[in-house]
């Protein structure tokens, strides 16, 4: 028997009012709108990587957003300066999750800002995507709202130093690390690749993010006659531990990791960091970058924001465009599961830099875990090998 006409036209005004509430539910999701934060360095010692990073994703959304959104959505990007430090990290991020809503946070700054935030933001339901940092502790344990994008400083180190074992010969492993999570990162990886090649370190030497003086730490390094010394630190202190070797006179090879792969090591004066070599997740490309995508990339940005874009800027590009294909995955019920789904749908996805394969699934949230040896030559960084390694 068929329902009178009334008696359908109030089940289907309720169907689409359940529809309805059950998407009013979704934290930061409407029917027009889909917030997403990001906290960041904008004004600290990293803020040359939080703003060039920030600006790529903002470029990026509103490209998506000129071309009427995601599913009928405009994304509302919400940025907060963290200044690269715990505490103003752990405020932004209340603010985003609490007042302002978001539905994901994106890019956000920094290894000990990540994982200080990120127990009551997971427990919040809001998903910690690709954010500033290598960490292991981004991606791992594994957990459905946690992505890394690329290679972990783990992952770099290890495929580093098992290339200077069995491509160069190198024997005696030496480390001179942050005594940092960050630092505990590298060390982890020269230590558990140097057990996999049935070997072990010949010497470790600690410093705090503010040391200045590493003479000490080098006496002992040169003493254990190294034959390669990984270095676990970032900008400053890298250049700092360079300039202290090379003042005794000791020609060293030295590796780096991705927080090192920075012009500012590279234009040090007068050719001190010359032969430096670090692994990186994906390649700076866009100086020298023929490709007619990486070029209008170059333009769009300089005339957005008036500099050429970093490094961080082309991770903050990448990223973006990785989070807008899931988002688009997910289809018009978005949710946090649906989110999920479609990020774990991203198979062999391939930006415009020639980074390495990007994909993902139930069992793996870290997008890829090979990196690029380059090398700082003649003031620039160049490739020393023209594949990404693994390990």
């Known amino acids: 028997m068929r329902l009178p006409r009334l008696a359908a036209a109030l089940l289907s005004s309720a169907i689409a009012l359940t529809a309805g509430l059950a998407q009013a539910e979704t934290r930061g999701v409407s029917d027009k709108e889909i917030i997403i934060g990001t906290y960041t360095d904008l004004s600290g010692v990293t803020a040359m990587w939080g703003v060039n990073n920030s600006n790529a994703w903002r470029m990026v959304f509103d490209e998506v957003n000129a071309e009427g959104g995601i599913n009928g959505r405009k994304i509302k990007y919400i940025v907060e300066d963290n200044q690269y430090q715990v505490p103003r990290s752990v405020q932004a991020a209340n603010k985003l999750i609490n007042h302002d809503g978001v539905f994901i946070m994106v890019a956000n700054g920094g290894t000990p800002m990540n994982n200080a935030v ?17 960490a292991r502790s981004m991606y791992e344990p594994l957990h459905h709202l946690k992505f890394g994008l690329g290679s972990s400083y783990y992952d770099q180190i290890r495929a580093g130093v098992k290339y200077f074992v069995e491509k160069r010969g190198k024997k005696r492993i030496c480390v001179a690390r942050q005594d940092t999570d960050f630092g505990r990162d590298v060390g982890d990886g020269v230590h558990d690749e140097l057990k996999a090649e049935n070997m072990t370190e010949a010497a470790e030497t600690l410093h705090k993010p503010t040391d200045t003086d590493f003479s000490a730490s080098v006496a002992r390094l040169r003493d254990a006659n190294c034959d390669l010394v990984v270095i676990g630190g970032i900008v400053r202190d890298t250049v700092q531990i360079i300039s202290a070797i090379r003042k ?62 970093n490094f961080a800027a082309q991770i903050g590009y990448t990223g973006a465009q990785v989070t807008v294909q899931a988002l688009k995955n997910a289809g018009k019920d978005l949710t946090p ?34 990196s690029f040896l380059c090398v700082i ?15």
Do not use: R
């Open 118 to 134: 990120m127990p009551d933001q997971l427990a919040k339901g809001v998903a910690n995507v690709f954010p500033l940092t290598s």
């Open 248 to 309: 005794t006179g000791w020609n060293v090879d030295l590796l780096g990791q991705a927080a090192s792969y920075d012009d500012a090591i590279a234009n040090v004066p007068g050719g001190v960091t010359e032969g430096f070599y670090s692994m990186a997740p994906m390649l700076f490309v866009t100086e020298s970058s023929t490709d007619p995508k990486v070029k209008a990339f170059v333009a769009k940005y300089e005339k957005l924001y008036g500099k050429t874009p």
């Open 337 to 370: 599961d649906s989110f999920v789904a479609g990020m774990e749908a991203i198979k062999d996805y391939h930006d415009i830099f020639g980074s390495p394969t990007i994909s993902f699934s139930k069992t793996k949230h870290q997008g890829s875990n090979e």
């Open 377 to 391: 030559k003649d003031g620039k960084w160049t490739t020393a090998e023209p594949t990404p390694m693994g390990y």
